[in-house]
C-alpha cells in the first residue's frame, strides 16, 4: 500500500514535469527532479518501537524523494524508557533516526529546563520554538524558524509551542525563589507568529510550514492551531500535536481567507504523517499506520539494547490484582481528569497512608495509565507514574483545602489536567452556569475511621508530590503552604512499597471499583 501511494506520487510527478516540458518544446532533462517528503510526528512519549518505524518509511522512499524528518513534541517523557533515564534513552533511539528538526512539547520541560537542553544538545538535532524566551532579555534559546533547501526550493519551518507549559510545568520556568526565568510568549503568540512568516517571507522561501505544540482545541490562554490558522497568513501547512487527535486533512481558511491544511497523528506512533509537496504547491498528506512498515535495522538494534538494559528491572512482580486498575471509564474513555477512578484512589492513598498524613492528594495529569488484572510488574507502575516526582508533606488549613478543590474543578466536565485525586477526603461537586462549587468536604477520622465534615479553621497534614507542593501543579494553589517533610520518597517507589507491603502483593476488592469520594450532585 505504501509502495503503491509513492510510486503513485513519483509518477504523477514525472508525468506532470513531461507535459509541462512538451507544452514549452523544451528539452527534456535525462534527470526528473525529486519530490519533497516531509515524515511528522507528535506526542510519541516514548512508544521508542516507532522510532525504527518512522527511519523505516525514510528508507523506503528515500531514492524517489528528498526526505525530512520532524517532530512537533512531546518525544521526552511520558512512559518508562524516559522514566528510567531521564530521557537519556530516548535520545539514544532518536540519534540514529536522525531526525532533521524537532520542536519544543510541553513535556520537554518535565525534567526541568537545564536538563531539557542538555539532552536536546545530546540529541544533536536543530531545535525550533519561536515562542520559548528567557524572560528578563527575551532572547530565544531556540531558533524562531530553520530554512531548509530542496533544489530550487526553500521551505521554512517554524516551531511553536503551547502556552500552557507555563502552568502544566511551571518549576521549569521559575527558580526555587519564584522568580521568572522564562516565558512562552503567552500573550502574543499570533502576532509572534506572523512576524516570523513576513521574515522568512521576504527571504523568498517558497514554503512556510508550522510545527506546532499547540493542539486544536483551544486553552486557558485561548491559543490554539486552528486559532492560529484563522489569525495569520502566509502558512502553507500545519503539523500539530498536543491533543492526540487524529486528523489526516483539515483545510482551514486563514486570515486572508485561503484554505490552509492541518494534520495531527494521534499519539504514541500510532500512525506517521507523510506529507508530498506537488510541483504545484499544493500539499498532499496521510497518515501511514506503523504495523505497514518494516523496521529500519539499525534504530531497531539501538531500541533492542535498550530494552535489554532496563528489562529484568521493570519485569519483577511486586504483586497481582484480579481486577483492572483504571484511569479510565467503563467505555476506555480517559476519567482520570474529570472523575474518581480506581487507580487514582489506590495512588493517593499510597502517598498518604505511607506518609502518615490525614490526606492524600495528587492530581489526574500525573497519572498516565491503567494496569491490566493479573501480575502487577515494576514497569506497570512506571507507566502509571512516569514522572520523577518526590512526594512532600504539607501543612493546610481547612478553609484553604476547600479553595483548592475548587480552583480544580472549574473546567468540568472537560478534562483538566489538574482534576484533584485525593485519599482521606470526601466532597461533592455541582456543575454550575459559570461556576463549578464543591460541598459537604469531610476527612477522614485516622483514629475512628469514619469521615467528619472538615473544620476550616484546623491545620492537615497533606501528602501530595513536589510538582504540587512548589513545582505550581493544581494552579499554584498549594505553593507557598507550610513544608513539613520533603524529598520522603518517589511516587512510584510509594505505589510499589504500598502494594508489595501494605496490600501484602495481592490488591484488595476494595479497590475493585472507585470507592466514592468525589460524587456529582445536582
Avoid: W
Wanted: hydrophobic share 35%.
Amino acid at each position: 500500500m505504501i509502495k503503491k501511494n509513492i510510486l503513485f506520487v513519483t509518477t504523477c510527478l514525472a508525468s506532470a514535469y513531461i507535459l509541462s516540458s512538451c507544452k514549452s518544446s523544451q528539452k527534456i532533462p535525462t534527470t526528473q527532479p525529486k519530490s519533497i517528503v516531509i515524515l511528522y510526528d507528535n506526542d510519541v512519549h516514548c512508544n521508542i518501537d516507532g522510532y525504527a518505524k518512522i527511519a523505516g518509511l525514510r528508507d523506503l522512499i528515500k531514492d524517489t524523494a528528498d526526505v525530512t524528518l520532524v517532530s512537533c513534541g512531546d518525544f521526552l517523557q511520558g512512559g518508562m524508557t524516559s522514566t528510567l533515564s531521564k530521557g537519556k534513552y530516548i535520545v539514544d533511539v532518536m540519534k540514529p533516526a536522525n531526525y532533521d528538526i524537532v520542536t519544543l512539547g510541553n513535556h520537554e520541560f518535565d525534567f526541568g529546563t537545564p536538563h531539557m537542553m542538555q539532552l536536546l544538545k545530546e540529541l544533536n538535532v536543530p531545535v525550533t520554538c519561536v515562542n520559548f524566551k528567557e524572560h528578563k532579555t527575551g532572547k530565544a534559546p531556540y531558533a524562531p524558524y530553520i530554512i531548509k533547501k530542496y533544489g530550487e526550493k526553500k521551505i521554512a519551518f517554524i516551531g511553536v509551542s503551547t502556552p500552557t507549559a507555563i502552568t502544566s510545568e511551571r518549576y521549569a520556568f521559575f527558580d526555587e525563589n519564584d522568580d521568572q526565568l522564562y516565558n512562552m510568549s503567552e500573550n502574543d503568540i499570533y502576532p509572534l507568529v506572523q512576524k516570523t512568516i513576513d521574515e522568512v517571507r521576504k527571504q523568498g522561501v517558497d514554503y512556510v510550514i508550522i510545527l506546532s505544540h499547540l493542539g486544536e482545541k483551544p486553552t486557558e490562554y485561548n491559543i490554539d492551531s486552528r486559532g492560529l490558522i484563522a489569525n495569520t497568513h502566509g502558512i502553507d501547512v500545519v503539523f500539530d500535536g498536543h491533543t492526540h487527535s487524529i486528523i489526516e486533512k483539515e483545510m482551514l481558511k486563514n486570515q486572508k481567507g485561503e484554505l490552509v491544511l492541518l494534520s495531527q497523528t494521534g499519539t504514541k506512533f500510532k500512525n506517521i504523517g507523510k506529507c508530498v509537496i506537488l510541483p504545484n504547491g499544493k500539499f498532499h498528506t496521510e497518515l501511514v499506520p506503523t504495523k505497514e512498515i518494516k523496521d529500519n535495522a539499525i534504530v531497531k538494534s539501538a531500541i533492542d539494547s535498550i530494552n535489554n538494559l532496563s528489562e529484568k528491572y521493570v519485569n519483577k512482580v511486586i504483586g497481582n490484582s484480579d481486577f483492572d486498575i483504571r484511569i479510565s471509564d467503563e467505555n476506555g474513555k480517559r476519567a482520570v481528569r474529570r472523575s474518581e477512578t480506581n487507580a487514582g484512589d489506590i495512588i493517593a492513598d499510597a502517598f498518604r497512608i505511607l506518609v502518615g498524613s490525614d490526606i492524600g492528594m495528587t492530581d489526574g495529569g500525573s497519572v498516565r495509565a491503567d494496569i491490566k488484572a493479573g501480575d502487577i510488574k515494576i514497569k506497570d507502575v512506571l507507566n502509571v507514574l512516569p514522572y520523577d516526582n518526590y512526594i512532600y508533606e504539607l501543612e493546610v488549613d481547612g478553609k484553604h483545602i476547600e479553595k483548592v478543590l475548587n480552583a480544580c474543578i472549574q473546567k468540568l466536565p472537560n478534562e483538566d489536567g489538574e482534576f484533584p485525586i485525593v485519599s482521606g477526603l470526601k466532597f461533592n461537586i455541582k456543575i454550575g452556569q459559570g461556576e463549578n462549587k464543591v460541598s459537604d468536604i469531610k476527612v477522614l477520622n485516622k483514629k475512628s475511621g469514619e469521615y467528619e465534615p472538615i473544620d476550616f479553621d484546623a491545620k492537615y497534614t497533606v501528602a501530595t508530590i513536589d510538582y504540587i507542593a512548589v513545582g505550581g501543579g493544581m494552579y499554584n494553589t498549594l505553593k507557598g503552604c507550610k513544608i513539613l517533610r520533603k524529598d520522603l520518597i518517589v511516587d512510584k517507589d510509594a505505589l510499589i512499597e504500598y502494594i508489595s507491603k501494605n496490600q501484602n502483593g495481592h490488591v484488595g476488592q476494595e479497590y475493585a471499583k472507585p470507592q466514592g469520594r468525589i460524587k456529582f450532585i445536582q
